[in-house]
């Protein structure tokens, strides 16, 4: 972080954050909890007009971090923004029809003998055991009976950790209260130009649609896909990745909540993509994110309001994106953030994840007014690193498949994929192994999830295990089974603990 002090004359005295939403408001509270001892003027523009994008969302546990750091209350938060628990995603109907398995925010046992117990399971496999790969999850446990606590059992073989479901529109409203006591100035309306400086093509200023010039020494372009100020003013460009995630649409609706009230999110696969279930307080968000090219956007209606599991609360609501990335996401004085920087389609819940690392990376890198290109040469190669690694992940879900019964599933059995993605599928199905980079957004049990729960199977088990007594295993295996089952039941029901603990405080 950089000091007023006379040998840093550049400081940074004014940002503006251009766009509202989940991802400015994000970036406006973190940015004014971090930058209030300098004094630092953030000020955010947003049109009521213009509105955003935000539906129910999911998340992933990095969201409670970033909530620790600004100081919320847990309970305050699920109150004012409708959250509920998630404690992973259940996939339906992935890698085959009929096939249901489970990404969940825990790990499948501590390693035995040094060895991944998966590599156990996939012995046992081989000698006839049918047991599931996720029934060795605990989070896939209690969600599948619809319970949750804080409390984890201290037996070695619960591991879990949980995330929310939220009101993306609530999220963005709480947060703007945080950055407002901080100090951050919101300013109603539309952006008309935006200027650069002539010597270095940096922005220098935004001009409202009322004629007021707002100056920034650093922006951040919070608008969504237009990108405002990355792409339309910047012209910085954009890598098109639909030819490897292919759905380009998303049509979304809320409806009544049921239930039972479930920790999870929901991910059906349909003939041209997969619907999205996430369970709020006050209803249910709904959604199915498809490829045009393979089904019309009536059509994607239809399919939706037929698989609601309560009365539809709106009309569908149409979103149409292109999967990518821009090709740089700090650009001179400009940072691009969430929508802006790029999209992935919300199948794992990394929209809010990737919005969450941009700010705190920003903040690790925090320029002064010369935005050093040593700095953002760096910050762009960490961010585009990242997205990479998310893209093969969420790529992971599409071409591990052995559907075909739809033009849109054997394309996705059949496409081209990336070399890096590539390379970690030959090395897990060589002998199990989860080719992990440096600072994965998934770690190896998601990827072991995805892997073993659509049937992608390794040639060969760690062979250091064949010196273990096969009977031993099968109990250990068993015992494992039986303290998650005796762990999950005993866990209040998730609706009964979440209206007790909204209520409490």
């Known amino acids: 972080m950089p000091f007023d002090t006379p040998e840093q004359p550049d400081r940074i005295g004014k940002i503006v954050i251009v766009g509202g939403g989940t991802a400015g408001w994000m ?10 001892p300098q004094n630092v003027a953030i000020t955010l523009i947003e049109s009521e007009e213009i509105g955003t994008v935000g539906v129910g969302e999911g998340t992933v546990p990095f ?24 404690l992973g995603i259940e996939f339906r109907d992935w ?22 117990p998966h590599h156990y399971w996939l012995k046992l496999r081989g000698l006839g055991d049918a047991t599931p790969f996720d029934a060795y999850s605990f989070p896939a446990a209690a969600a599948r009976l619809a319970r949750f606590s804080p409390q984890r059992p201290a037996d070695g073989a619960s591991f879990c950790d ?18 407002e006591q901080h100090g951050v100035v919101r300013r109603e309306g539309k952006v008309a130009q935006v200027q650069r400086r002539g010597a270095d093509g940096f922005l220098e200023a935004v001009t409202m649609e009322d004629g007021e010039r707002i100056e920034g020494d650093l922006f951040v372009d919070c608008s969504g896909f237009r990108g405002l100020l990355i792409e339309q003013t910047l012209q910085t460009g954009y890598e098109d990745w639909s030819r490897w995630l292919p759905c380009n649409r998303a049509v979304a609706v809320a409806c009544e909540r049921t239930e039972p009230l479930i920790p999870a999110t929901l991910s059906t696969a349909r003939g041209a993509g997969w619907q999205w279930r996430i369970p709020l307080q006050h209803r249910t968000g709904n959604g199915y994110v498809y490829c045009n090219e393979f089904v019309g956007d009536e059509e994607a209606a239809r399919t939706l309001l037929a698989h609601l599991d309560g ?10 994106f292109t999967t990518g990335r821009r090709r740089k996401f700090w650009n001179g004085n400009c940072v691009a953030i969430g929508l802006a920087a790029g999209f992935m389609e919300p199948l794992e819940a990394t929209s809010i994840l990737l919005i969450q690392t941009a700010i705190a990376r920003l903040i690790d890198f925090f320029p002064d007014k010369t935005c050093d290109p040593v700095m ?7 961010t585009t690193r990242e997205y990479e690694r998310v893209r093969d992940f969420l790529i992971l879900h599409y071409c591990a498949t052995t559907r075909g019964d739809t033009p849109f599933w054997d394309y996705c059995r059949r496409m081209e994929i990336p070399p890096t993605l590539s390379a970690k599928i030959r090395l897990f199905k060589s002998r199990g192994l989860v080719g ?9 049990p998601g990827w072991l999830a995805i892997f073993l729960g659509q049937e992608v199977l390794p040639a060969r088990y760690d062979p250091i295990i064949d010196g273990v007594d096969i009977a031993a295993v099968r109990r250990g295996m068993e015992q494992r089974r039986a303290a998650i089952r ?7 029901l998730e609706s009964e603990f979440l209206a007790r603990y909204c209520r409490e405080g």
């Open 311 to 320: 009365k539809p609360l709106t009309e569908p609501r149409l979103i149409a």
């Open 162 to 179: 949980h995330a929310y479901h939220f009101d993306a529109g609530l999220y963005a409203r709480y947060l703007r209260g945080l950055a």
């Open 95 to 116: 890698g085959a029809p009929g096939n249901v398995h489970f990404n969940g925010f825990g790990d499948y046992g501590p390693p035995v003998g040094g060895i991944s």
């Open 376 to 382: 953002v040469e760096e910050y762009n190669a960490r």
């Open 63 to 86: 969201v409670r971090v970033f909530n620790a750091r600004l100081g919320i209350d847990e309970r305050d938060f699920m109150r004012r923004t409708q959250a509920t628990f998630k």
């Open 436 to 444: 992990l980079g440096e600072g994965e957004s998934f770690t190896e």
């Open 27 to 36: 970036s406006a509270a973190l940015l004014a909890h971090y930058l209030r």
């Open 486 to 492: 005796q762990a999950a039941e005993a866990m209040p």
